[in-house]
């Protein structure tokens, strides 16, 4: 009998998948191999619904949802998308493997703790262009928004290239999002749990994300070496009562350039991928992104 830490390899379509990368809420991503017509061998990150929702028919149609959208992404930070299929009853997405580590496993490392301000701003600047090509794809009248930038989500390659993953809350109905956003509780402003699901969600978190990846809410305080204006600016970004909220990602991205200089932004992206390799290396795996 296999051990509880045994995978057992398995055939998926054309693939053989050799372990399972991570669990999500909705889903698992497991990592798959391919021969190709050449006799090489490919990897990639397959994404399948869990048991729990092929048995809830609202949450698979937004698995459907996310698979539409994810091919419909075209920008650096999105994973591409091989293909989709079906295989004994259960829809699966195969993706690019993003081989690196997540801001959350790049923080716990000293390599991260160390990253000057600069490479995390670097990082958000990033993100806001991403967000920046999503919020460009509408539903009806309104723009889609991520609605899940947190450090579980976001990772660095080992090229220094940020990646945005977990697409599944960006066409959720507004049922499913309002139950997400009162599952957090007190962790997202008022204003924002209030409002309507628009492009200041993602705005808001990821200014979130970077005060997290500079070293916390404390940083607001008035004791950070940071730049008082980049201070200044996440202070605003995070105002409780949003009336000073920056609304638009290209707003965020034009403010958080004003911190970076161009001739050491190749820099800042080599610094984030040793980061990057040096938490993969650690962890002695890779992910593309919680299910």
Same mark, same amino acid.
């Given at each position: ?155 660095? *390659? +080992?090229?220094?290239?940020? /990646? $945005? &993953?977990?697409?599944? !809350?960006?066409?959720? @109905?507004?049922?499913?999002? =309002? ?22 969600? *993602? +705005?808001?978190?990821?200014? /979130? $994300? &970077?005060?997290?990846? !500079?070293?916390?809410? @404390?940083?607001?305080?008035? =004791? ?28 965020? /991205? ?8 161009? @001739? ?28």
């Amino acid at each position: 009998m296999a051990g509880p830490d045994l995978f057992v390899p398995f055939a998926l379509g054309r693939y053989t998948v050799v372990n399972r990368i991570r669990y999500g809420g909705m889903g698992e991503v497991l990592l798959g191999r391919r021969m190709d017509e050449h006799g090489e061998m490919s990897s990639f990150a397959i994404k399948r619904p869990l048991p729990t929702v092929m048995e809830d028919p609202e949450l698979l149609s937004l698995f459907w949802k996310e698979t539409e959208l994810a091919q419909k992404m075209q920008a650096p930070a999105f994973p591409k998308i091989e293909e989709v299929g079906v295989s004994q009853g259960i829809p699966f997405m195969v993706m690019e493997l993003v081989v690196g580590a997540s801001v959350q496993e790049v923080l716990a490392q000293a390599a991260g703790a160390q990253l000057r301000p600069e490479c995390w701003v670097l990082l958000a600047s990033d993100l806001a262009a991403a967000v920046g090509e999503l919020h460009k794809f509408r539903r009806g009248a309104k723009s889609l928004v991520h609605g899940d930038i947190r450090s579980p989500n976001v990772m660095v *390659d +080992v090229d220094g290239v940020v /990646r $945005l &993953l977990d697409m599944g !809350l960006a066409v959720a @109905s507004e049922g499913l999002w =309002r139950r997400v956003l009162r599952s957090r509780g007190t962790e997202i402003p008022q204003f924002l749990r209030d409002g309507d699901k628009g492009p200041e969600f *993602d +705005v808001w978190s990821i200014a /979130r $994300l &970077l005060v997290e990846c !500079l070293g916390g809410p @404390s940083i607001l305080e008035g =004791r950070s070496r940071l730049p008082g204006g980049l201070v200044d600016m996440l202070g605003r970004c995070l105002d409780s009562s949003g009336l000073h909220a920056l609304r638009t990602a290209r707003t965020l /991205r034009w403010e958080l350039k004003a911190y970076l200089a161009q @001739s050491k932004v190749e820099l800042m992206r080599q610094e984030l991928a040793q980061a990057a390799r040096a938490a993969y290396g650690s962890s002695s795996r890779s992910a593309s992104g919680p299910g």
